[in-house]
Structures are given as structure tokens and as C-alpha cells.
């Protein structure tokens, strides 16, 4: 079992910067393919940013390209030029099944196997 634990969320203005980390309990992210996704309040989970295990993909949601970067070795989600609607919960997660084959649409909630608990993220105007 793979327990995610997200950090680095909080309060920033507009236009600022955050950086949330996952770590994994007593594992290494080496042959999972690595997700991130976040749900504000009223709304649907959403897709944010994956890396495919070998780090050499990166997929990104049009809302947050050029803005958020996904990194894989040391799992993060760089997030630049915040804007008040990126307020949600963050969620990291995790798959494992990818490194041995198999399509998994990365987009979708349903490919992953393991989640963080998530932490929040505000960005004020």
C-alpha cells in the first residue's frame, strides 16, 4: 500500500507562487506514473498535471500550461502566476500499473491507485 502525502500548500496573493510537494511512505515514485488534480469548493475534481513514470512525459490542463510545472524525480507541482480561481484542494497520486504496460488515459481520476489526503492552496485577489 502506497500512502501520498501532499505539502506546501497556503495562502498567496495573486501573481504569487507555490510549490506542493508529495512523498510517498516507504517507496520511491521511480516506476509510478504521477499525477496531480484538485477540487474547489462546489466543483468537480479536475485534472492539473502528470508525469509518466519515466519522467520523459508531461501532460498539463490548457488552464495551467505555461504556468505549473510537474516534476517526477522529486515530486512537486511548481505553480507560478496564481490567479484566484487555482483555489482548491491538491490532490497527488499515484500509478503504479503504467510502468508494466497498458494505456491509461492520465487525465482521468480512475487511473490512478493511490491519492493523497490534499492540501489546500488559496490565492486572494
Known amino acids: 500500500q502506497v500512502q501520498l502525502v501532499e505539502s506546501g500548500g497556503g495562502l498567496v496573493q495573486a501573481g504569487g507562487s507555490l510549490r506542493l510537494s508529495c512523498a510517498a511512505s516507504g517507496r520511491t515514485f521511480s516506476t509510478y506514473t504521477m499525477g496531480w488534480f484538485r477540487q474547489a469548493p462546489g466543483k468537480e475534481r479536475e485534472f492539473v498535471a502528470a508525469a509518466s513514470w519515466s519522467g520523459s512525459s508531461t501532460y498539463y490542463a490548457d488552464s495551467v500550461k505555461g504556468r505549473f510545472t510537474i516534476s517526477k524525480n522529486t515530486v512537486y507541482l511548481q505553480m507560478n502566476s496564481l490567479k484566484p480561481e487555482d483555489t482548491a484542494v491538491y490532490y497527488c497520486?499515484?500509478?503504479?500499473?503504467?510502468?508494466?504496460?497498458?494505456?491509461?488515459?492520465?487525465?482521468?481520476?480512475?487511473?490512478?491507485?493511490?491519492w493523497g489526503q490534499g492540501t489546500q492552496v488559496t490565492v486572494s485577489s
Open positions: 497520486a499515484a500509478n503504479g500499473r503504467a510502468y508494466y504496460g497498458g494505456s491509461y488515459p492520465l487525465g482521468l481520476g480512475s487511473s490512478y491507485d493511490y
